[in-house]
């Protein structure tokens, strides 16, 4: 079976002389955990306002004056609007509505809506973040405003909706849309819709069908603020971008001076110090280009947008000085510390700070938004930074760098946010990790971030290296790059806490899918990259599942979906049980650590768990009944063949782990239960030059990624014949963008491509099947935090983004690593 190939060395060999740039759907800046994690979703830097990763505007601003020109090289104002009609995420409005379809008119004026019921905005059916509880399919809504005419230009519709909508304006069709908008979007009003403004009262009225999933309704009218004229503003030309495992890295060129930009993330999950430490590093190095000597100057803004869920937030800003350090710092008004839950969510408690040292004589001040620039362009800026209260804020900083010329000038500005709480834990508040206990505070974290940061830079830059050239030599060039463009996103998924037990919780949040807390199917796919740097941060995402059996908050014989819904882990809050997938997943996780770490003591305190979870797959896993796996998006299906290759492989985990903690008896009465099972299933599952989806289904096939735990922890359940016969099947069904996940769609999971790869005996055939994920990474058109669920035939995005499962792109890694 073993063939021999060189190609794997000839890439470590030669390295970085054969590299080639990813050109990333989005490139991470800021990342630490659901919160805060802002990204540039575009190929220069300059090209737009940075975003938060669900796509929502979280502006940092660069600016850098040359001998009194100015080149902006960071971010962009965006759009700012003003409100017409506040909509209710500003400002809850009353309106009337029905739940039943409505007589015709309704959407008139005139319509008589007396019997309608009255609420107030936004509707929906997220508890902490709607004003009115709207849980069934549809809702008529109507709400009359009073328009007392003015200036009609660049006016828009400020909507939020889900699923399929409807607005009319005085009776006249102006929107309509199916399908959902996961954000507020504004929509030109058109002209016609303007024309039907009347001096005195109008009327929206809006119908929504909730055809599945959330329900939604927000509606508005806003309109653009058009930015003031003012000096010249150059776009620094971008050179070159960099991404490594904790770093990006731009280089531009600044009319006489070249600027190189550094984004730190400081993500070492050997350090649970500075892992959980909220704080990452902007390092600015410039130099002459020219030979000459250049007076410059630097400019960093930072929007309280980082610290806001809506723009219509009142925010408090100020600043002061904390020993050696320069500190602004801002935060909602309301503080309303762990009040919502959802996955479009950012958050609006705690407080961000940016921090400079005083010995680079910043001059620091607040100003509303829109007028971020004006001071620093007009050179009258000054350190103003008394208490400020108001709405979309700018933290401005300006580093003075005078005469630059052929030595490089650097200066360092740091950006932090301590959230108070990060989690409710059954009920408990908890602290983020870097708080537990001690006598501690966020200047303080500042000014060791500081102190510590030359030791950082060399320990990332460190990390980056080892972890693309052992990915180079195990996978090569294209499957490096992956990996490092999965790392951050993967950890930045996370928050890392202590539990009142005393255990490590490391809790994902269901990123663009459902937005639950620590689910188990989101852990299994992640688990690689924890697996291969840290397994107690694996520990730390299964412990509050194990608790939440053996505290007997969870009775059922199989492992929970998840905790909740982030970030309140108060209990399973996903609709539906996956009890093969989870058990399974659990089972085979706990294995792998016991693997890692050379020793079955987690297993061993979480035994009578286990066995449940065991038994139940024992009697229910091998030819499971109509449930939902893993990948739900598919849909229901009941003998899923690859679902139980997942409960064999547990089961044969479980004897594994058996037999090392000295239940002989057990371990061989499994083991003879997994020899049958296998037996049964290679007939049950065949399909002549394949194995298929379900079981005496010919004609149908799917990946089989869970064999990959069989290969990785030598179980020797399957024969390898199996593998072989899979591995050369999937070579004939691939598509542009890799192969689909079955053959019912062709769209595909990336992360299960990169498991079906590692089946792989040769370097042919793992970069025959990751050179698509490769392509489909760097040409995808949807430019947004790596999504990895994405159509095969053209690179589209299905759904999801910026999850933490992209950590399974590890696993390659990891089977070598479990080799040696």
Known sequence: MKKVCALFAVYFSIGLLIAQDLRAPAYPLITHDPYFSIWSFTDQLNAAPTKHWTGKDQSLLGLIKVDGKTYRFLGDLGKEYNSIISSGDEKPFEAVYTETQPAGGWTNTGFNDAAWK???????????????????HDIWMRRSFIWNGGDVNALFLKLLHDDNAEVY????????HTGWLSKYHYIPLPESAVKKLVKGKNMLAVHVANTAGGASLDVGIVREVKPPAGKIIMLAEQKKVTLNATQTIYEFSCGPVNLTLSFTSPLLLNDLNVLSRPVSYLSAAVVSNDGAKHDVELYFGASTALAVNTGSETVVASGYKSGNLNILKAGTKEQPVLQKKGDDLRIDWGYMYVAVPEKDRSVQYITPAKNAFNAFLSGTYRSNTPSTEGRQLMLNTVLPLGKTGIDTISKVIMLGYDDVYAVQYFGQNLPAWWKDGKNTSIEKELAKAYSDYNTIIRQCKAFNTSMYNDALKTGGEEYAQLCALAYRQSIAAHKLVKSPQGEMLFLSKENFSNGSINTVDVTYPSAPLYLMYN????????????YYSESGKWTKPFAAHDLGTFPLANGQTYGEDMPVEEAGNMIILTAAIAKAEGNTNYAKKHWKTLSTWAGYLLKEGFDPVNQLCTDDFAGHIARNANLSVKAIVALGCYAMLADQLGEKTTAKQYKDSTAKMVEKWMKLANDGDHYSLTFENPGTWSQKYNLVWDKILELK?????????????????????????????????SDWILWTATLTDNAEDFTALVKPVYDYVNETPDRVPLSDWHETTNGKKVGFQARSVVGGYFIKLLADKFKK
């Open 535 to 546: 397994p107690d941060l694996l520990k730390g995402m299964l412990n509050g599942i194990f």
């Open 717 to 749: 359940l399957f024969p390898e014949a199996v593998y072989d016969k899979e591995i050369k099947y999937y070579l004939t069904k691939q598509n542009r963008y890799g192969l689909p996940l079955d053959s019912r769609k062709t769209y595909t999971k």
């Open 118 to 136: 009255k609420g107030m905005a936004p509707f929906g059916d997220n508890e902490s973040t709607a004003k009115t509880l709207w849980k069934s």
């Open 169 to 176: 304006l005085n009776g006249e069709k102006i929107y309509s």
